[in-house]
């Protein structure tokens, strides 16, 4: 699911903190697809969701593969954060699975 294309909007709620992502009402439910243009769908979108991972993509030479734990500060929530290689997507894809549904060690 996406929460927005191009710009989100973080803000930090509730007790205990959390990081929460939204979208500008401007550009909800679009997303442009490149070489295509600009389609709404809204059926692929949600609302709001919490963040609970950064992930960054690298030049691959610049992944560890066994890679020690890192975090990123974000509006003052720590988070976890994966270094991964650009152009590897179904790798990243595997790699962020994995530690959104706990398998990683984060």
Do not use: W
């Not at 007790?15 to 389609?39: D, H, M, N």
């Not at 769908?41 to 919490?50: K, P």
């Not at 993509?57 to 560890?64: C, I, N, Q, S, T």
């Not at 509006?75 to 790798?91: D, F, Q, R, S």
Request: with cysteine.
């Amino acid at each position: 699911m996406f929460i927005s294309d191009d710009q989100t909007f973080l803000q930090v709620e509730g007790e205990p903190s959390r990081l929460v992502a939204t979208c500008p009402t401007e550009i909800r439910g679009k997303i442009e697809i490149f070489g295509y243009g600009i389609i709404e769908d809204l059926s692929i979108f949600i609302d709001r969701a919490d963040v609970t991972l950064v992930a960054n993509l690298v030049d691959g030479k610049d992944v560890a593969r066994m890679a020690p734990v890192e975090k990123q500060d974000v509006c003052g929530i720590h988070l976890p954060k994966l270094l991964l290689p650009m152009g590897n997507p179904e790798l990243s894809a595997t790699a962020i699975i994995a530690a959104v549904c706990g398998h990683a060690r984060l």
